[in-house]
Protein backbone atom coordinates (compact mmCIF):
# COMPACT_ATOMS: atom_id res chain seq x y z
CA UNK A 1 0.00 0.00 0.00
CA UNK A 2 1.65 3.53 -0.88
CA UNK A 3 1.29 6.59 0.91
CA UNK A 4 0.65 9.52 -0.94
CA UNK A 5 1.66 12.88 0.80
CA UNK A 6 2.57 15.13 -2.11
CA UNK A 7 -0.93 16.15 -2.59
CA UNK A 8 0.84 19.93 -3.48
CA UNK A 9 2.42 18.16 -6.64
CA UNK A 10 -1.05 16.64 -7.72
CA UNK A 11 -4.50 15.35 -6.26
CA UNK A 12 -6.23 12.22 -7.11
CA UNK A 13 -9.53 12.96 -9.69
CA UNK A 14 -12.75 12.24 -7.39
CA UNK A 15 -14.96 9.92 -8.41
CA UNK A 16 -17.98 12.64 -9.01
CA UNK A 17 -15.55 14.52 -10.79
CA UNK A 18 -15.01 11.43 -13.19
CA UNK A 19 -19.01 10.85 -13.35
CA UNK A 20 -19.29 14.92 -13.87
CA UNK A 21 -16.96 14.33 -16.95
CA UNK A 22 -17.69 10.79 -18.58
CA UNK A 23 -20.90 12.40 -20.55
CA UNK A 24 -18.69 14.95 -22.30
CA UNK A 25 -16.44 11.89 -23.00
CA UNK A 26 -19.03 9.85 -24.91
CA UNK A 27 -22.30 10.79 -25.98
CA UNK A 28 -21.53 14.66 -26.07
CA UNK A 29 -18.44 14.72 -28.42
CA UNK A 30 -19.75 17.97 -29.77
CA UNK A 31 -17.54 20.78 -30.81
CA UNK A 32 -18.79 23.74 -28.62
CA UNK A 33 -18.24 26.06 -31.89
CA UNK A 34 -20.69 23.86 -34.20
CA UNK A 35 -24.51 25.15 -34.81
CA UNK A 36 -26.21 22.04 -34.10
CA UNK A 37 -27.50 19.69 -31.34
CA UNK A 38 -24.28 18.31 -30.46
CA UNK A 39 -22.34 21.51 -30.41
CA UNK A 40 -25.18 23.00 -28.10
CA UNK A 41 -24.88 20.29 -26.06
CA UNK A 42 -20.90 21.41 -25.13
CA UNK A 43 -21.50 25.23 -25.66
CA UNK A 44 -23.93 24.65 -22.64
CA UNK A 45 -21.86 22.73 -20.39
CA UNK A 46 -18.79 25.08 -20.91
CA UNK A 47 -20.98 28.24 -20.07
CA UNK A 48 -22.39 26.35 -17.60
CA UNK A 49 -19.10 25.50 -15.81
CA UNK A 50 -18.02 29.72 -16.30
CA UNK A 51 -20.95 30.45 -13.94
CA UNK A 52 -20.23 28.03 -11.19
CA UNK A 53 -16.85 29.20 -11.31
CA UNK A 54 -18.16 32.26 -11.75
CA UNK A 55 -20.19 32.14 -8.99
CA UNK A 56 -18.06 30.21 -5.95
CA UNK A 57 -15.00 32.81 -6.69
CA UNK A 58 -17.84 35.54 -6.46
CA UNK A 59 -16.71 37.31 -10.18
CA UNK A 60 -18.73 37.64 -13.14
CA UNK A 61 -18.46 34.94 -15.98
CA UNK A 62 -17.13 37.07 -18.06
CA UNK A 63 -14.68 37.07 -15.69
CA UNK A 64 -13.18 33.86 -16.27
CA UNK A 65 -11.37 32.03 -19.21
CA UNK A 66 -10.62 28.65 -19.32
CA UNK A 67 -6.94 27.58 -19.75
CA UNK A 68 -4.86 24.45 -19.77
CA UNK A 69 -3.82 25.43 -16.26
CA UNK A 70 -1.92 27.49 -13.78
CA UNK A 71 1.01 27.72 -16.19
CA UNK A 72 -0.64 28.99 -19.41
CA UNK A 73 -3.08 31.76 -17.12
CA UNK A 74 0.66 33.07 -15.51
CA UNK A 75 2.03 33.44 -19.27
CA UNK A 76 -0.90 35.13 -19.97
CA UNK A 77 -1.26 37.38 -17.44
CA UNK A 78 2.22 38.53 -16.89
CA UNK A 79 3.00 39.01 -20.73
CA UNK A 80 -0.15 40.96 -20.93
CA UNK A 81 0.71 43.31 -18.29
CA UNK A 82 3.97 44.05 -20.29
CA UNK A 83 2.70 43.85 -23.80
CA UNK A 84 -0.60 45.15 -23.21
CA UNK A 85 -0.97 47.26 -19.91
CA UNK A 86 2.21 49.17 -20.43
CA UNK A 87 3.77 47.58 -17.48
CA UNK A 88 7.98 48.30 -17.87
CA UNK A 89 8.76 47.21 -14.33
CA UNK A 90 8.00 44.25 -13.09
CA UNK A 91 8.30 43.48 -8.86
CA UNK A 92 8.27 39.74 -8.03
CA UNK A 93 9.58 36.97 -5.26
CA UNK A 94 12.15 34.61 -5.48
CA UNK A 95 10.32 32.25 -4.54
CA UNK A 96 7.62 32.24 -6.91
CA UNK A 97 6.73 29.07 -9.13
CA UNK A 98 8.78 28.50 -12.13
CA UNK A 99 5.63 29.31 -13.76
CA UNK A 100 6.30 32.87 -12.96
CA UNK A 101 10.01 33.30 -12.61
CA UNK A 102 11.01 32.29 -15.69
CA UNK A 103 8.37 33.97 -17.53
CA UNK A 104 9.60 36.90 -15.72
CA UNK A 105 13.40 36.18 -16.78
CA UNK A 106 11.96 35.65 -20.28
CA UNK A 107 10.71 39.24 -20.45
CA UNK A 108 13.92 40.62 -18.94
CA UNK A 109 16.48 39.08 -21.13
CA UNK A 110 13.94 40.32 -23.83
CA UNK A 111 14.53 43.70 -22.35
CA UNK A 112 10.52 44.11 -22.50
CA UNK A 113 10.77 45.03 -18.71
CA UNK A 114 13.04 45.15 -15.91
CA UNK A 115 12.56 42.98 -12.78
CA UNK A 116 12.82 43.69 -8.75
CA UNK A 117 12.84 40.78 -6.56
CA UNK A 118 11.14 41.81 -2.75
CA UNK A 119 12.60 41.05 -0.37
CA UNK A 120 11.80 38.28 1.87
CA UNK A 121 11.54 38.22 6.00
CA UNK A 122 13.13 35.38 7.83
CA UNK A 123 10.14 33.03 7.63
CA UNK A 124 9.71 33.54 4.49
CA UNK A 125 6.78 36.18 4.12
CA UNK A 126 7.13 38.86 1.59
CA UNK A 127 8.52 42.21 2.74
CA UNK A 128 5.20 44.87 2.95
CA UNK A 129 7.63 47.65 3.62
CA UNK A 130 10.30 46.43 0.82
CA UNK A 131 7.38 46.31 -1.54
CA UNK A 132 6.06 49.50 -0.85
CA UNK A 133 9.59 51.21 -1.22
CA UNK A 134 9.92 49.40 -4.64
CA UNK A 135 6.49 50.83 -6.08
CA UNK A 136 7.40 54.11 -4.62
CA UNK A 137 10.82 54.34 -6.01
CA UNK A 138 9.84 54.40 -9.62
CA UNK A 139 7.31 56.34 -11.85
CA UNK A 140 7.19 53.29 -14.20
CA UNK A 141 4.08 51.46 -14.74
CA UNK A 142 4.35 48.02 -12.55
CA UNK A 143 3.32 44.39 -12.51
CA UNK A 144 3.62 43.03 -9.11
CA UNK A 145 3.25 39.36 -9.43
CA UNK A 146 3.45 37.80 -5.86
CA UNK A 147 1.97 34.27 -4.95
CA UNK A 148 -0.80 33.92 -2.62
CA UNK A 149 0.16 30.55 -1.25
CA UNK A 150 3.80 28.91 -1.92
CA UNK A 151 3.39 25.53 -2.99
CA UNK A 152 6.73 24.21 -1.35
CA UNK A 153 6.74 26.21 2.15
CA UNK A 154 3.03 26.50 2.16
CA UNK A 155 3.44 30.80 3.31
CA UNK A 156 0.46 32.77 2.59
CA UNK A 157 0.42 36.01 1.20
CA UNK A 158 -2.07 39.05 2.39
CA UNK A 159 -3.16 39.12 -0.93
CA UNK A 160 -5.41 42.46 0.42
CA UNK A 161 -2.05 44.17 1.66
CA UNK A 162 -0.70 43.76 -1.59
CA UNK A 163 -3.73 44.85 -3.76
CA UNK A 164 -4.05 47.91 -2.03
CA UNK A 165 -0.37 49.10 -2.42
CA UNK A 166 -1.36 48.06 -5.87
CA UNK A 167 -3.84 50.55 -5.79
CA UNK A 168 -2.22 53.20 -3.87
CA UNK A 169 0.75 52.82 -6.85
CA UNK A 170 -1.53 52.38 -10.00
CA UNK A 171 0.00 49.36 -10.21
CA UNK A 172 -0.87 45.94 -11.52
CA UNK A 173 -0.85 42.83 -9.82
CA UNK A 174 -1.18 39.07 -10.52
CA UNK A 175 -1.60 36.60 -8.14
CA UNK A 176 -0.86 32.66 -8.98
CA UNK A 177 -3.35 31.63 -6.45
CA UNK A 178 -3.01 27.48 -7.83
CA UNK A 179 -2.34 26.74 -4.54
CA UNK A 180 -5.53 28.18 -2.33
CA UNK A 181 -8.48 28.13 -5.28
CA UNK A 182 -10.38 25.03 -4.32
CA UNK A 183 -8.83 24.97 -0.91
CA UNK A 184 -10.04 28.77 0.39
CA UNK A 185 -13.22 30.71 -0.07
CA UNK A 186 -12.70 33.77 -2.72
CA UNK A 187 -14.07 36.99 -2.83
CA UNK A 188 -12.89 38.37 -5.72
CA UNK A 189 -15.94 41.23 -6.00
CA UNK A 190 -13.52 42.67 -2.78
CA UNK A 191 -9.92 41.73 -3.55
CA UNK A 192 -8.22 44.10 -5.37
CA UNK A 193 -6.87 41.92 -8.13
CA UNK A 194 -5.98 41.69 -11.46
CA UNK A 195 -5.33 38.26 -12.22
CA UNK A 196 -5.59 35.15 -10.74
CA UNK A 197 -5.16 31.77 -11.88
CA UNK A 198 -6.45 28.79 -10.49
CA UNK A 199 -5.53 24.87 -11.77
CA UNK A 200 -8.09 22.06 -11.60
CA UNK A 201 -5.63 18.84 -10.62
CA UNK A 202 -4.48 21.06 -7.39
CA UNK A 203 -8.20 20.69 -6.08
CA UNK A 204 -9.13 16.29 -7.46
CA UNK A 205 -10.29 17.90 -10.61
CA UNK A 206 -8.38 16.81 -13.57
CA UNK A 207 -5.14 17.64 -15.40
CA UNK A 208 -4.46 20.29 -18.05
CA UNK A 209 -7.52 22.43 -17.61
CA UNK A 210 -7.33 25.63 -15.60
CA UNK A 211 -8.69 29.25 -14.99
CA UNK A 212 -7.63 32.30 -15.63
CA UNK A 213 -9.64 35.56 -14.01
CA UNK A 214 -8.93 38.70 -15.32
CA UNK A 215 -10.80 41.32 -13.29
CA UNK A 216 -13.81 43.29 -16.14
CA UNK A 217 -11.67 46.50 -15.81
CA UNK A 218 -8.41 45.17 -17.04
CA UNK A 219 -8.74 44.54 -21.34
CA UNK A 220 -5.63 42.12 -23.13
CA UNK A 221 -5.06 41.24 -26.41
CA UNK A 222 -4.75 36.95 -26.90
CA UNK A 223 -1.78 35.26 -26.80
CA UNK A 224 -3.09 31.95 -28.34
CA UNK A 225 -4.37 33.47 -32.03
CA UNK A 226 -6.82 31.14 -33.96
CA UNK A 227 -10.47 30.60 -34.15
CA UNK A 228 -12.20 32.91 -31.49
CA UNK A 229 -13.27 30.85 -28.70
CA UNK A 230 -12.90 31.80 -25.67
CA UNK A 231 -14.66 35.64 -26.54
CA UNK A 232 -11.20 35.78 -28.72
CA UNK A 233 -9.12 35.73 -25.72
CA UNK A 234 -7.29 32.23 -26.24
CA UNK A 235 -8.08 30.43 -29.34
CA UNK A 236 -8.40 26.20 -29.85
CA UNK A 237 -11.16 24.01 -29.67
CA UNK A 238 -12.54 23.95 -25.68
CA UNK A 239 -11.08 21.34 -23.12
CA UNK A 240 -14.90 20.58 -22.48
CA UNK A 241 -14.58 17.59 -20.11
CA UNK A 242 -11.66 19.21 -18.86
CA UNK A 243 -13.42 22.44 -18.19
CA UNK A 244 -17.05 20.09 -16.78
CA UNK A 245 -14.35 18.44 -14.19
CA UNK A 246 -12.94 21.85 -13.02
CA UNK A 247 -16.22 22.82 -12.66
CA UNK A 248 -17.47 20.06 -10.70
CA UNK A 249 -14.12 19.85 -8.79
CA UNK A 250 -14.69 23.16 -7.75
CA UNK A 251 -17.96 23.07 -6.88
CA UNK A 252 -17.08 19.25 -4.42
CA UNK A 253 -14.05 21.71 -2.74
CA UNK A 254 -16.04 24.57 -1.80
CA UNK A 255 -19.12 22.59 -0.15
CA UNK A 256 -16.44 20.62 1.56
CA UNK A 257 -13.96 23.38 2.51
CA UNK A 258 -15.16 23.73 6.51
CA UNK A 259 -15.10 19.94 6.97
CA UNK A 260 -11.36 19.38 4.87
CA UNK A 261 -9.86 22.33 5.81
CA UNK A 262 -10.48 21.33 9.59
CA UNK A 263 -9.67 17.70 9.14
CA UNK A 264 -6.37 18.28 7.08
CA UNK A 265 -4.92 21.04 9.31
CA UNK A 266 -5.25 18.51 11.82
CA UNK A 267 -3.09 16.22 10.21
CA UNK A 268 -0.37 18.71 9.35
CA UNK A 269 -0.29 19.71 13.05
CA UNK A 270 -0.49 16.02 14.18
CA UNK A 271 2.80 15.23 11.79
CA UNK A 272 4.28 18.04 13.86
CA UNK A 273 3.77 17.07 17.04
CA UNK A 274 5.09 13.50 16.17
CA UNK A 275 8.01 14.46 14.26
CA UNK A 276 9.20 16.92 17.46
CA UNK A 277 8.54 14.51 19.88
CA UNK A 278 10.18 11.33 17.72
CA UNK A 279 13.31 12.94 15.46
CA UNK A 280 16.09 14.80 16.85
CA UNK A 281 16.89 18.19 14.78
CA UNK A 282 13.58 18.46 13.00
CA UNK A 283 12.66 22.38 12.30
CA UNK A 284 10.16 23.55 9.68
CA UNK A 285 10.31 25.85 6.63
CA UNK A 286 8.48 29.00 6.31
CA UNK A 287 5.70 29.87 8.91
CA UNK A 288 4.24 26.21 9.42
CA UNK A 289 2.25 27.87 12.33
CA UNK A 290 1.23 31.15 11.32
CA UNK A 291 -0.23 32.05 7.80
CA UNK A 292 0.46 28.98 5.82
CA UNK A 293 -1.76 26.21 4.27
CA UNK A 294 -3.16 23.87 6.45
CA UNK A 295 -2.29 21.20 3.37
CA UNK A 296 1.61 21.71 3.28
CA UNK A 297 3.94 21.21 6.10
CA UNK A 298 7.94 21.39 4.45
CA UNK A 299 10.12 19.52 7.17
CA UNK A 300 14.05 19.89 7.72
CA UNK A 301 15.80 17.27 9.17
CA UNK A 302 20.16 17.18 9.57
CA UNK A 303 22.11 16.51 6.73
CA UNK A 304 23.70 12.72 7.04
CA UNK A 305 25.13 10.44 4.85
CA UNK A 306 21.33 8.86 5.23
CA UNK A 307 19.32 11.60 5.00
CA UNK A 308 20.25 12.99 1.88
CA UNK A 309 18.77 9.76 0.01
CA UNK A 310 15.88 10.40 2.21
CA UNK A 311 13.11 10.73 -0.18
CA UNK A 312 14.58 7.56 -2.53
CA UNK A 313 14.58 5.68 0.80
CA UNK A 314 11.38 6.77 1.56
CA UNK A 315 9.73 5.96 -1.92
CA UNK A 316 11.21 2.76 -1.53
CA UNK A 317 9.01 2.66 1.55
CA UNK A 318 6.06 3.84 -0.65
CA UNK A 319 6.00 6.96 0.75
CA UNK A 320 5.53 9.51 -1.68
CA UNK A 321 6.97 13.13 -0.64
CA UNK A 322 8.94 15.35 -2.48
CA UNK A 323 12.05 17.88 -2.13
CA UNK A 324 9.75 20.75 -3.31
CA UNK A 325 7.39 21.51 -6.17
CA UNK A 326 7.17 18.44 -8.37
CA UNK A 327 9.84 18.97 -11.25
CA UNK A 328 12.42 19.14 -8.30
CA UNK A 329 10.88 15.44 -6.73
CA UNK A 330 13.40 12.85 -6.24
CA UNK A 331 17.12 13.38 -6.66
CA UNK A 332 17.73 16.46 -7.78
CA UNK A 333 19.60 20.02 -7.22
CA UNK A 334 17.55 21.51 -4.86
CA UNK A 335 15.02 23.52 -4.29
CA UNK A 336 15.14 27.56 -5.14
CA UNK A 337 12.68 28.30 -2.37
CA UNK A 338 14.60 26.28 0.43
CA UNK A 339 17.61 28.40 -0.52
CA UNK A 340 15.61 31.58 -0.12
CA UNK A 341 14.47 31.24 2.76
CA UNK A 342 16.62 28.49 4.80
CA UNK A 343 20.61 29.20 3.97
CA UNK A 344 21.28 26.59 6.41
CA UNK A 345 23.41 23.80 4.13
CA UNK A 346 23.16 21.29 6.79
CA UNK A 347 19.81 20.22 6.69
CA UNK A 348 17.91 18.14 4.02
CA UNK A 349 14.05 19.65 3.28
CA UNK A 350 11.16 17.11 2.80
CA UNK A 351 7.68 18.63 1.48
CA UNK A 352 4.82 16.30 2.59
CA UNK A 353 1.32 17.67 1.55
CA UNK A 354 -1.87 16.37 2.80
CA UNK A 355 -5.42 15.37 1.53
CA UNK A 356 -8.87 14.37 2.76
CA UNK A 357 -8.06 10.84 1.69
CA UNK A 358 -5.08 10.81 4.65
CA UNK A 359 -5.08 9.43 8.01
CA UNK A 360 -3.16 9.85 11.19
CA UNK A 361 -2.56 6.07 10.44
CA UNK A 362 -0.32 6.85 7.23
CA UNK A 363 1.42 9.73 9.32
CA UNK A 364 2.37 7.23 12.06
CA UNK A 365 3.97 5.10 9.52
CA UNK A 366 5.69 7.66 7.90
CA UNK A 367 7.12 8.85 11.20
CA UNK A 368 7.96 5.31 12.07
CA UNK A 369 9.86 4.84 8.88
CA UNK A 370 11.19 8.26 9.25
CA UNK A 371 12.88 7.35 12.57
CA UNK A 372 14.05 3.73 10.93
CA UNK A 373 15.57 5.67 8.15
CA UNK A 374 17.68 8.70 9.39
N1 LIG B 1 1.84 27.68 -9.62
C1 LIG B 1 1.91 26.94 -8.51
C2 LIG B 1 2.03 27.59 -7.18
C3 LIG B 1 1.87 25.55 -8.59
O1 LIG B 1 1.98 24.81 -7.48
C4 LIG B 1 1.75 24.94 -9.86
C5 LIG B 1 1.74 23.47 -9.93
O2 LIG B 1 2.26 22.78 -10.71
C6 LIG B 1 1.66 25.77 -11.00
C7 LIG B 1 1.71 27.13 -10.83
C8 LIG B 1 1.51 25.22 -12.38
O3 LIG B 1 0.20 24.78 -12.61
P1 LIG B 1 -0.11 23.73 -13.78
O4 LIG B 1 0.44 22.42 -13.35
O5 LIG B 1 -1.61 23.72 -13.87
O6 LIG B 1 0.49 24.29 -15.02
Redesign the pocket.
Known sequence: MRIYLDN???TSLDPEVLDAMMPYLTEHFGNPSSIYSYGREARLAVEQARKTVARILHAHPAEIFFT???????NTAITAAVRDLGCKHIITSAIE?H??LHTVEYIDQQDEARVSYVKLLPNGHVDLEDLEKLLASTEEKTLVTL?H???EIGNLLDMDAVGRLCKLYNAIFHS?T??TVGHYPFNLRNTPVHFI?G????FHGP??V?ILYINENVRIRPLVHGGGQERNMRAGTENVYGIVGFAKALELADARYETDSRTIGALKRYMQEQLLSKIAGVSFNGDANGSSLYAVLNVSFPKTEKSEMLLFNLDIQHICASGG??CTSGADAGSHVIRAVNHNPNQIAVRFSFSRHNTREEIDRVVECLQSLL
Do not use: L, Y
Not at 199 to 202: I, L, N, P, Q, T
Open positions: AATSGGTESSHATMANNDVQTSGHKKGGSA
